[in-house]
């Protein structure tokens, strides 16, 4: 008896202590329930409205992003997309319980959720008088579309429900070939034109072939600004109204939410990490229940880049494959890499530090981020890698150190590339000899050198290497980008005169990392000089 007491008094204090550490695991994610909804359930949310008048659009602050009207409509469709994984620097990316909003050009406004401004363009209303027959898959009302515009980032973010794709509407070549059977194809022919009417949306009680945007709402919400081509601007601006008796035909219907995402520079690991972040912070933004899809709107062919792309979302697909009209319940439109912090970075200051989440958690800090960090946890966690690894910190005691040498090979990038890399580094594989044959006779620690040639490895095998290395040296070059990835490396860039560029000193600024960079007066280095370097890195380490 005196046994079975004892057992009985273990079990309950056992049970206690599990309902205790998820009751502090729960609060400190209390996106969790949030995430883990079933899609498009109803959500009360708080809201502090300061309409004004644009356009007779009106204008919202809002403090969350989940508060979506579509919700009523379509909360019975399931979600067979992925799921959020659990990220140690994970963040809420709104808040109910607090009206503080992020302050403009404060960290988070940078990096995080910025776009406080929500401008409804249209509101769902609910059909009368209309033949199901007119409107061709599971609906019961009409289509919705609003935008989130972030004054920091002088961007938008928008999403829209019922929202028709016409392929046929959009010039471009039909992407996702090849490269070599697209040799020497213009870049023009990859960028979509779109003609007005290559999307639209069913609206009851609108005027018919009516535009969805007028130049104002554009020009304020969707500036130009240094960019040429502004393809989502342009996207918006083709998005024609129709009215309640228009036949709504769709080939197909795509019940998950999903990213509509035209890239550029696609091929160049620094412009498509832009393009990772912005379709991550989309899809934070709009409280995504689960990781969307991607359609991308663009005419660019295969490049090694999609394997991320796949492994992060929730599979891909090029508009100018789909045979026919295609209908998204819900669409969500990615701002170009080119208006994110990690671009902006280069020709403004942002005066932006990394920081542990954790921390950011008790004591939140305008000049402190730690997103660039959950980032890298995402695109690790997306190909199934360790996210808690402590190796390179001197206090763990190892005595084992990865170095990774990031290499510059020759390699075809675009239709429109000879195969050929301009060096940054002369003499590379002379400094690799010695940091080779130097590491090989080092006494202090073991140090393992790995030859970082990535063009022939895969991106989880790129992305495994990142997070494996104490310190990561390489020359001024996209490859370094990888960084995002990294955990506690330290960052070694060897600069070039020619290329004395602030991408990877700012990358490690904002994730929290050391930075050691090496000026030249050309494009040679010293080995001496580098490995003299790396000494004084590995002693911080303990080595």
Same mark, same amino acid.
């Given at each position: 008896?005196?046994?079975?007491?004892?057992?009985?008094?273990?079990?309950?204090?056992?049970?206690?202590?599990?309902?205790?550490?998820?009751?502090?695991?729960?609060?400190?994610?209390?996106?969790?329930?949030?995430?883990?909804?079933?899609?498009?359930?109803?959500?009360?949310?708080?809201?502090?409205?300061?309409?004004?008048?644009?356009? &007779?659009?009106?204008?919202? %602050? %809002?403090?969350?992003?989940?508060?979506?009207?579509?919700?009523?409509?379509?909360? &019975?469709?399931?979600?067979?997309?992925?799921?959020?994984?659990?990220?140690?620097?994970?963040?809420?990316?709104?808040?109910?319980?607090?009206?503080?909003?992020?302050?403009?050009?404060?960290?988070?406004?940078?990096?995080? &959720?910025?776009?406080?401004?929500?401008?409804?363009?249209?509101?769902?209303?609910?059909?009368?008088?209309?033949?199901?027959?007119?409107?061709?898959?599971?609906?019961?009302?009409?289509?919705?579309?609003?935008?989130?515009?972030?004054?920091?980032?002088?961007?938008?973010?928008?999403?829209?429900?019922?929202?028709?794709?016409?392929?046929?509407?959009?010039?471009?070549? &039909?992407?996702?070939?090849?490269?070599?059977?697209?040799?020497?194809?213009?870049?023009?022919?990859?960028?979509?034109?779109?003609?007005?009417?290559?999307?639209?949306?069913?609206?009851?009680?609108?005027?018919?072939?009516?535009?969805?945007?007028?130049?104002?709402?554009?020009?304020?919400?969707?500036?130009?600004?240094?960019?040429?081509?502004?393809?989502?601007?342009?996207?918006?601006?083709?998005?024609?109204?129709?009215?309640?008796?228009?036949?709504?035909?769709?080939?197909?219907?795509?019940?998950?939410?999903?990213?509509?995402?035209?890239?550029?520079?696609?091929?160049?690991?620094?412009?498509?990490?832009?393009?990772?972040?912005? !379709?991550?912070?989309?899809?934070?933004?709009?409280?995504?229940?689960?990781?969307?899809?991607?359609?991308?709107?663009?005419?660019?062919?295969?490049?090694?880049?999609?394997?991320?792309?796949?492994?992060?979302?929730?599979?891909?697909?090029?508009?100018?494959?789909?045979?026919?009209?295609?209908?998204?319940?819900?669409?969500?439109?990615?701002?170009?890499?080119?208006?994110? !912090?990690?671009?902006?970075?280069?020709?403004?200051?942002?005066?932006?530090?990394?920081?542990? !989440?954790?921390?950011?958690?008790?004591?939140?800090?305008?000049?402190?981020?730690?997103?660039?960090?959950?980032?890298?946890?995402?695109?690790?966690?997306?190909?199934?890698?360790?996210?808690?690894?402590?190796?390179?910190?001197?206090?763990?005691?190892?005595?084992?150190?990865?170095?990774?040498?990031?290499?510059?090979?020759? %390699?075809?990038?675009?239709?429109?590339?000879?195969?050929?890399?301009?060096?940054?580094?002369?003499?590379?594989?002379?400094?690799?000899?010695?940091?080779?044959?130097?590491?090989?006779?080092?006494?202090?620690?073991?140090?393992?050198?790995?030859?970082?040639?990535f063009g022939h490895m895969s991106m989880k095998e790129q992305v495994r290497a990142i997070q494996d290395a104490s310190v990561i040296v390489g020359a001024h070059g996209a490859g370094l980008t990888h960084i995002v990835s990294a955990t506690e490396a330290?960052?070694?860039?060897?600069?070039?005169?020619?290329?004395?560029?602030?991408?990877?000193?700012?990358?490690?600024?904002?994730?929290?990392?050391? %930075?050691?960079?090496?000026?030249?007066?050309?494009?040679?280095?010293?080995?001496?000089?580098?490995?003299?370097?790396?000494?004084?890195?590995?002693?911080?380490?303990?080595?």
């Open positions: 008896m005196k046994m079975k007491r004892k057992y009985l008094k273990l079990i309950i204090l056992l049970f206690i202590l599990n309902s205790i550490t998820l009751a502090l695991y729960f609060s400190s994610h209390p996106d969790y329930f949030r995430r883990h909804r079933r899609p498009f359930s109803d959500h009360h949310h708080h809201q502090q409205q300061q309409p004004t008048n644009t356009n &007779n659009n009106t204008v919202y %602050y %809002y403090l969350s992003r989940n508060n979506s009207y579509y919700n009523n409509n379509y909360n &019975n469709h399931s979600n067979s997309n992925k799921p959020w994984p659990i990220l140690p620097s994970y963040l809420p990316w709104s808040s109910s319980s607090s009206l503080k909003l992020p302050s403009f050009r404060s960290c988070e406004a940078y990096f995080g &959720n910025g776009f406080t401004r929500r401008i409804d363009l249209l509101k769902p209303t609910s059909p009368v008088h209309v033949s199901r027959k007119s409107i061709r898959g599971p609906t019961s009302g009409g289509g919705w579309f609003r935008c989130f515009y972030s004054q920091t980032l002088r961007s938008s973010i928008c999403e829209g429900g019922m929202l028709r794709m016409h392929p046929d509407k959009i010039k471009m070549s &039909n992407g996702g070939e090849a490269i070599e059977s697209v040799i020497g194809r213009d870049e023009d022919e990859e960028l979509p034109k779109f003609e007005f009417g290559a999307f639209d949306i069913v609206q009851f009680g609108k005027i018919k072939n009516q535009k969805l945007a007028s130049l104002d709402f554009l020009n304020e919400y969707l500036q130009n600004g240094q960019i040429s081509r502004h393809t989502m601007r342009d996207l918006v601006d083709s998005v024609r109204l129709l009215g309640p008796h228009d036949a709504f035909h769709c080939s197909e219907w795509i019940e998950e939410p999903t990213l509509l995402i035209t890239r550029f520079e696609y091929a160049n690991m620094f412009h498509t990490v832009t393009d990772w972040y912005s !379709a991550y912070v989309s899809s934070r933004v709009t409280g995504l229940p689960n990781r969307p899809g991607l359609v991308f709107v663009d005419g660019h062919c295969m490049t090694p880049l999609e394997e991320t792309w796949k492994a992060v979302f929730s599979g891909l697909r090029y508009a100018k494959n789909f045979t026919g009209p295609v209908c998204f319940r819900h669409a969500i439109l990615s701002p170009l890499g080119y208006e994110t !912090a990690m671009f902006k970075g280069l020709t403004e200051d942002i005066d932006c530090y990394g920081a542990p !989440a954790h921390d950011l958690w008790q004591n939140p800090d305008d000049k402190k981020t730690a997103r660039i960090s959950e980032f890298g946890e995402m695109i690790r966690a997306a190909f199934s890698l360790p996210l808690h690894v402590h190796h390179h910190n001197s206090k763990s005691g190892s005595r084992n150190h990865n170095v990774l040498f990031v290499r510059r090979e020759d %390699y075809l990038a675009h239709p429109r590339h000879g195969g050929k890399v301009q060096s940054r580094l002369s003499n590379e594989q002379e400094v690799f000899d010695a940091l080779k044959m130097w590491s090989s006779s080092h006494t202090e620690c073991k140090i393992n050198l790995v030859n970082g040639l330290e960052i070694l860039e060897i600069v070039a005169s020619e290329f004395r560029r602030p991408h990877f000193e700012l990358i490690s600024q904002w994730k929290g990392l050391n %930075y050691h960079p090496i000026y030249l007066g050309g494009s040679h280095a010293s080995p001496g000089l580098v490995i003299n370097k790396l000494k004084d890195i590995l002693k911080t380490l303990g080595c």
